[in-house]
């Protein structure tokens, strides 16, 4: 029998609804949506010139209006970038689909837990899992695999932005992650599903954090 503390999470209570998505992952995802909106952020980890913190409580807003400007524009779909509270997903999970059918595109950042009353499988328009990779490490120079390909696989799995100290938690989340979109333009539609090696996104966002910079 499993133990009850499997999948007790490393992170401390008091941030853990809080954390920021690392940079990298965002400049990534950001490089292909182009994101208006942070819907539930705080002051200090708002990656977005327009957010909401919990102060301003994102559930009763209408993002259509807020980004308005950007709902005008000729040939654009604006996106909003969401890593929810994963205390309770279920209802950002409501707000997105409401959303969407006001014509913003949102992608959530969450666990990839399809047990759960929140797994939106009926409504997403894609999913795609991060998963991990195999880091290649030159080859072996002695013994019975001397010049073979030698390789350590790395985990598909995120380590978060501390909210208060800045810097990155010691331990990964306890569970896989995986991006899920709500595309406006097709509600009705099967949904997709993909995989994204870690390290895909990884040298993806490195390249747009670089071209920031530059």
Known sequence: MASPSNHQSK????????????????????????????????????????FYTPRNNALKKDWSADI??????????????????????LPWVDKVIEQQHKGVLTTLLVPRDNRTEWWPAASASKIIDIVGYYEQL???KSGPKKGQPKQK????????????????????????????????HQIGQPCQYATIAKNVLMALGQQALNQQTN
């Open 153 to 184: 696989w790395r985990s598909g799995g995120i380590r978060f932005i501390d909210s208060k100290t800045g810097k990155e938690l010691p331990a990964e989340l306890n569970k896989p992650m995986c991006i899920i979109e709500f595309n406006p």
């Open 68 to 89: 308005s400007l950007f709902l005008d524009a000729p040939n654009s779909t604006p996106a909003t970038w969401l890593n929810p509270p994963y205390s309770k997903i």
């Open 138 to 140: 030159g080859t072996y």
């Open 11 to 50: 992170s401390r209570k008091s941030t853990r609804d809080t954390t920021q998505t690392p940079p990298w992952l965002f400049a990534a995802l950001n490089s292909k949506y182009n994101y208006v909106l942070d819907a539930a952020a705080t002051n200090k980890s708002a990656l977005c010139e327009r």
